[in-house]
């Protein structure tokens, strides 16, 4: 099982640029399909990117060209680059993996990020 810990959430005005970084301790997130989910108050949460462990990626149609999803497997980290980004990208942002095999599923504790104008 894995334990995630993102980080990277910070305020930032609209048009910035951010990365969020997904971690883990226990097993490594090579075995893992990766996401990130975002939720705005009052919203559901959402799906932004995943990335699969054939390197197989998809986003979100509102962040598309903005958003980039990577994983570098050597340093054990999936990272969400968000760039021009908008007043309504704010939101908590968590990282979901899945092991490939047996299902099993972690969530991390999330973290904020804060888009002014």
């Known amino acids: 099982q894995v334990n995630l810990v993102e980080s990277g959430g910070m305020l930032v005005h609209s048009g910035e640029s951010l990365r969020l970084s997904c971690t883990s301790s226990?097993?490594?997130?090579?075995?893992?399909?990766v996401g990130w989910y975002r939720q705005a108050p009052g919203k559901q949460r959402e799906l932004v990117a995943g990335?699969?462990?054939?390197?197989?990626?998809s986003y979100e149609d509102s962040v598309k060209g903005r958003f980039t999803i990577s994983r570098d497997n050597a340093k054990n980290v999936v990272y969400l680059q968000m760039n021009n980004l908008k007043p309504e990208d704010s939101a908590v942002y968590y990282c979901?993996?899945?092991?490939?095999?047996?299902?099993?599923?972690?969530w991390g504790k999330g973290t904020l990020v804060t888009v002014s104008l």
């Open positions: 226990g097993s490594r997130l090579i075995g893992y399909a």
């Open positions: 990335i699969m462990r054939s390197g197989t990626i």
């Open positions: 979901h993996a899945e092991h490939v095999f047996n299902g099993m599923e972690s």
